[in-house]
């Protein structure tokens, strides 16, 4: 259950996502805010850290460019964000705490 809880969740943001990259595309003028964060990392194992790097990537607007050599942060470049922290919010509340709840 706590896979198809993760599946699904993941379908909801990638549909969202990609509503949210469509606007941003047909808007007259663009008025991106893009940049590169510093995610710190809960997820420890590399199935997990794999897992989480794949499904940021996969969602539209984001992608993740490297794990750091100690393993404790992902860095994601996001095309566009109101704030850093609340990117950061967002992931570990929703992709990662899934993603830890099917591979502990």
Do not use: C
């Amino acid at each position: 259950m706590k896979w198809l809880s993760l599946v699904l969740f993941f379908l909801s943001e990638l549909i969202l996502s990609a509503l949210r990259v469509a606007w941003l595309v047909v808007q007259p003028k663009l008025r991106l805010r893009p940049a590169i964060i510093a995610y710190p990392l809960t997820v420890t194992t590399d199935a997990q850290i794999t897992l989480l790097a794949n499904m940021i990537t996969l969602t539209p607007g984001t992608v993740s460019i490297d794990v750091s050599a100690d393993r404790k942060t992902l860095y994601v470049h996001a095309i566009d964000i109101d704030s850093k922290e609340a990117l950061v919010a967002s992931i570990a509340a929703g992709l990662e705490t899934r993603v830890l709840e099917v591979l502990r």
